[in-house]
């Protein structure tokens, strides 16, 4: 097979040896001693760009292991492979493809080329058709096929169709306009039915995404929206209201949505990154066209950084290479992202698809099985709630789970009084997590709370942290279309330096094909149409149903 970037399995890395050694050496030395070892080290664990600024000092890692982390990047060839995925090399080999959501943030017009074509006019173009498309629907130029203004929107996709534009949509919401703004993803007919409850089909656009136009749950629910909608309006009407997102146009036509209503999609734009492209409709509709290019910008701008700047001081390579220190030196099962906002809460999910997606796999690039770690699991929710749920495990368990606190300066309404407290716990957080707290600390409390003696000896060992746990903090000045842009696209770049140096293919994702094929298959027998032969309990479960 053509090879597009280099196929070395992580171990081989002379690097890799000496982290593993160094790790070693450094493994009793806690992050408070760090800090008094190094009177330097907020000088290199402290970055600042633009408005955002990462403090990564409270990690388990000394100037040392940062530098053979650095190393490890250049030894694996990232520098290379950054310029391969910008310049549109077929990164994405297994698929044939190149990976160029980066091309649809571009902050200039210099050509992107691929298979010989400058992609950027017809970017240009789509966005063109796009923000023409939003403006009419939001100034209530675009009517109805009763000749009503619009006043609904349901997203109609899963997974990548899904999950960017439904967390932008939510994390924009203070940038909204009145359009309401619903999304219907799953199979279930009990969820598309929530989703169309109180609708009025004279008001409503379906914004149908899919880039295949062949994925079951999307094409099921459009199938039974477009059934319930013909119930109410007549089939002229479906030009009106149904719009779609894709690059299967054959498909698209055949469902009945007119070229004009076709937003296209390319096959260098994988479904989890696709939320800058024509993915982004409902995006562009509830925000509008400039707040979708400010989000746009953002992320073009974060590009620009990972591709401009020296490792060291370079964010998504720094998080990157952190994230493999703890995944592969130190065991570390999975990762906490915790936004101190709720308007991220579903930040974590969405990234789950992206990051799970794209570096959960355990071949390497040499087609051969790999004998280390490489995806991180990722979860979280938004702070302070996570604080009152699974924080106790943070501080107290028996895990090691390295945390990236995401907090901003200002608030979007200007509640001080409640942005001085989200606040003071995300620092707080972060402080306690790597301070912990002594068996002394403990017992000098409990004196001045006038508790007996034999009490205190009997509550102390539960009222211990043992501290020394690792955290990122991302503070950024304000959650802003242009800053959400480049937050995600920071861990979008992230993914690609970790799968770089873990000697995998990040942006294929043939792990979801098996279930899809049985399912089909399954739902044959589930429709006493055909029958196959299973286990036990597949069989038995089957019976059942
Ligand atoms: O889950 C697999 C997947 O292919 C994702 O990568 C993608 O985002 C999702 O399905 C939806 O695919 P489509 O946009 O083709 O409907």
């Known amino acids: 097979m053509r ?5 070395t399995p992580s171990p081989k890395f002379q690097t ?4 593993k050694n160094h790790q070693k050496k450094i493994a009793s030395t806690s992050i408070i001693e760090h800090f008094k070892n190094e009177s330097n080290r907020l000088n290199y664990s402290w970055l600042e760009w633009e408005d955002f600024i990462v403090d990564f000092s409270k990690n388990r890692i000394d100037r040392k292991g940062f530098d053979l982390l650095i190393e490890l990047a250049k030894e694996a060839g990232l520098k290379g492979a950054i310029e391969s995925q910008f310049s549109g ?21 210099s050509p992107v080329i691929v298979d010989e074509l400058d992609i950027i006019p017809e970017i240009k173009a789509i966005q063109k058709k796009m923000s023409a498309f939003c403006n009419k629907v939001i100034s209530g130029e675009w009517k109805g096929y009763s000749g009503k203004t619009i006043t609904h929107i349901v997203n109609i996709g899963i997974g990548g169709s899904d999950l960017g534009p439904s967390m932008v949509v939510e994390a924009l919401e203070h940038y909204k306009n009145h359009l309401d703004i619903r999304f219907v993803s799953n199979v279930e007919g009990d969820h598309h039915e929530e989703v169309l409850k109180g609708l009025n089909p004279e008001t409503t656009i379906f914004v149908i995404v899919s880039k295949t136009f062949t994925t079951q749950e999307t094409l099921s629910n459009a199938n039974s929206i477009r059934a319930w909608f013909l119930n109410q ?20 036509a055949a469902f009945g949505i007119s070229l004009d209503n076709t937003f296209p999609m390319k096959d260098w734009v994988g479904g989890r990154f696709s939320l800058w492209s024509a993915v982004g409709l409902s995006i562009c509709l509830a925000v509008g066209p400039e707040h979708f290019r400010a989000l746009l910008k953002g992320a073009g701008k974060m590009d620009l950084h990972f591709q401009e700047t020296p490792f060291e001081k370079n964010i998504p390579v720094v998080l990157a290479l952190l994230s493999i220190w703890y995944n592969n030196f130190w065991n570390a099962e999975s990762e906490a992202l ?3 906002t709720q308007y991220l809460r579903n930040l974590p999910a969405y990234l789950q698809q992206s990051v799970m997606e794209s570096n959960g796999k355990s071949v390497g690039r040499d087609g051969r099985p790999v004998n280390y ?10 702070g302070t709630n996570g604080q009152h749920a699974f924080f106790q495990l943070i501080h107290q368990g028996t895990k090691l789970i390295p945390s990236d606190f995401i907090g901003f300066k200002k608030s979007l309404k200007g509640n001080s009084d409640h942005q001085n407290k989200l606040l003071s716990n995300f620092i707080a957080q972060t402080e306690a997590l790597m301070n912990g707290k002594t068996a002394d600390q403990v017992k000098e409390e ?24 690792p955290t990122n903090t991302i503070l950024i000045d304000k959650l802003t279309p242009a800053s959400l842009g480049s937050l995600i696209a920071l861990y979008e770049h992230k993914i690609y330096v970790q799968g770089l140096i873990w000697n995998i293919y990040s942006y294929d994702q043939w792990g979801v094909e098996l279930g899809k094929q049985l399912a089909a298959k399954i739902l044959d027998e589930i429709e006493g149409k055909k029958s196959f032969s299973h286990d036990p309990s597949t069989s038995k479960l089957l019976s059942k149903i």
Do not use: C, M
């Open 89 to 109: 090399a077929k990164i994405n080999d297994t698929e044939n493809r190149a990976v160029l959501h980066t091309a649809l943030r571009r902050l200039d017009n």
């Open 446 to 469: 409990l004196e001045a709370n006038d508790i007996d003696t034999e009490l205190q000896e009997k509550l102390t060992p539960f009222k211990v942290f043992e501290g020394n746990k």
């Open 373 to 382: 770690q490489t995806g991180s699991i990722i979860w979280g929710a938004s």
């Open 338 to 340: 915790i936004p101190y």
């Open 16 to 19: 890799w040896k000496a982290l």
């Open 3 to 7: 090879k597009t970037l280099p196929d």
């Open 233 to 252: 309006a007549p089939e002229t009407a479906i030009v009106q209201h149904f719009v779609a997102v894709s690059s299967n146009t054959e498909k698209t």
